[in-house]
């Protein structure tokens, strides 16, 4: 059985992106807000407005995949958040999706195969590792329009996911962005309608979707 690393949106909190780029509010959010203070990634996304006089919003469209440690500075300069508004129609509705992340761990134990200081970075959802790792995956599943630069890179041979998991024979990472309401279904890119688990193939650099068959 070959190791694997699983995340799971666990919670996300949404505020508009006109919130977002006021230091103030979110200074506040940081402090009041324990999902928001706690995230590590955040999702940009378009909502769309659907119907006339029962006005209903889309699933959430990501337009941008991020990572974010000083929150309170980190979105009023946010060039690629001010460029997202340059996407909107005249009904959609610019957003911004903080998330927290569970991690999870399958293998014949816990450092059977992989050195004490990689699987803790990898268990620390707050770690540069952690964080950084789960941005390619998202920006690898969305396929985010402002995250062009990234979209097309193989991420086998991603140096990061080189060093902290093949070369410690981590070969599969599983992503699960299942979530219940309809304003958390996140859209885009290879997401596969009502498919909310994506299995990650380091060896051969292929993403599939349902439940993994573990070798």
């Known amino acids: 059985m070959n190791d694997t690393i699983f995340y799971k949106i666990q919670n996300a909190y949404m505020i508009p992106y006109s919130e977002a780029i006021d230091e103030k509010i979110m200074d506040t959010y940081d402090k009041t807000n324990e999902t928001i203070a706690s995230s590590r990634?955040?999702?940009i996304c378009r909502l769309r407005v659907k119907g006339f006089f029962l006005k209903k919003f889309s699933k959430p469209e990501v337009l941008y995949v991020g990572e974010t440690f000083d929150k309170k500075n980190r979105f009023s300069p946010h060039k690629k958040l001010l460029k997202a508004t340059t996407l909107l129609k005249s009904k959609d509705h610019l957003v911004v999706y903080f998330l927290h992340i569970r991690f999870s761990y399958l293998g014949l134990n816990e450092f059977h195969n992989n050195p004490l200081n990689i699987f803790n970075e990898l268990k620390d959802i707050h770690s540069k590792t952690s964080v950084w790792l789960l941005e390619r995956l998202f920006i690898k599943l969305f396929n985010p329009i402002l995250n062009n630069k990234h979209n097309d890179e193989n991420i086998k041979?991603?140096?990061?996911?080189?060093?902290?998991?093949?070369d410690n024979s981590i070969l599969y990472v599983n992503l699960d962005i299942g979530m219940n309401e309809?304003?958390?279904?996140?859209?885009?890119?290879?997401?596969?309608?009502?498919q909310?688990?994506?299995?990650f193939n380091l060896k051969n650099n292929e993403m599939t979707f349902g439940h993994p068959l573990i070798e």
């Open 182 to 194: 309809l304003l958390f279904n996140f859209t885009g890119g290879r997401r596969v309608e009502n």
């Open 196 to 199: 909310d688990i994506y299995n």
């Open 41 to 43: 990634i955040y999702l």
């Open 157 to 166: 041979e991603d140096n990061l996911v080189r060093k902290k998991l093949i």
